[in-house]
């Protein structure tokens, strides 16, 4: 093998065994730190304008995919309507492989207890 080839092979290969690290780093802090993943989730459903969430207790497995959410509350406000959604208890179940596949319908149960919904219109 040329000089050339060879060392390029070698920083390809230095690239790419990086690249796997941080994949298994990363995937090792969603399977251990879950008050990282249940801060992630609630920015990301309370980023839109005037929106707001709240996520008391997140519990989730990834083997088979099993979802606990305790005392879910979301909210959105607009010079229009307030509108307001509490849950007590969530639950939701399904495949894992189908969620990362993009395959319908990835969650085969979802149960919701204390489900309370409120729109109040100010125009």
Known sequence: MKKALRRTLKIAGLVLGALIL????????????????????????????????????????????????????LGREDAFEKMDVSIGRLEASGSLWKLLRGVKPALTAIEADGLAFRLEQKA
């Not at 730190?33 to 996520?55: C, H, M, S, T």
Request: no cysteine.
């Open 22 to 73: 941080l994949l298994l780093a990363a995937v090792l802090l969603v399977m251990f730190d879950k008050p990282l993943v249940r801060n992630f989730i609630q920015g990301r459903l309370g980023a839109g304008e005037g929106a707001e969430a709240r996520i008391g207790r997140l519990d989730y497995e990834l083997f088979p995919l099993r979802v606990t959410v305790e005392s879910l509350e």
